[in-house]
């Protein structure tokens, strides 16, 4: 039925081509010719023949996770909430928030201030306040952090700065590695 779109030199059952790509669209997607008769719609047949456009592209894969993904633009300023329920959020904005998610991702143009508790997060933006990343932190080098940072593994790439009240998450989910005295304190200026 597609094969003709592709080919945009024929229209389906050997008719004219029509003067538009809509037109082209609409007609291959009735399983009809322009000429032939269509199914009343007290027939049980025209239940069958007819093809919602819709719900083709609207289809879900079965097989996949429903991925909910939050993207707070450029321009943007999200302020004074709770996120909850989202795989992955995208800040190209500002966002001042307290939230628990799976993945935090803050552009060269995004700010984060607040709460943050991940498991995988990659700042090349701003993020200020408590951060916490259950597996990896990932600081490119236009990224900035700081605050009280707790991680499972590190990667900073040059010129990327992690300043404030640091510390190396231990075996446990989410709890802070046993080690005698305080936290330790760190500042990465960029080289």
Known sequence: MFDNLRK??????GSTPSSS????VQEALSNTSPGAKTPT??????????VDATHIA???DKTEAPVSKLIVGPDIKLKGVEITDCNTLVVEGRVEAAMESRVLQIAEIGAFVGKAGVDMAEIRGRFEGELTVRKQLVIRATGHVSGKI?????SIEEGG????????MGPGPGLPAN????AAKVSIPPI
């Open 179 to 182: 080690r005698p005295g305080p």
């Open 8 to 13: 945009g030199n024929a229209s389906p059952s």
């Open 41 to 50: 719609p007290e027939s049980p047949k025209a239940e069958s023949t007819r």
């Open 21 to 24: 790509p809509y037109a082209r």
């Open 150 to 154: 707790r991680y499972g593994k590190l």
């Open 161 to 168: 700065e992690l300043s404030g009240d640091i510390d190396v």
């Open 58 to 60: 609207a289809a879900p």
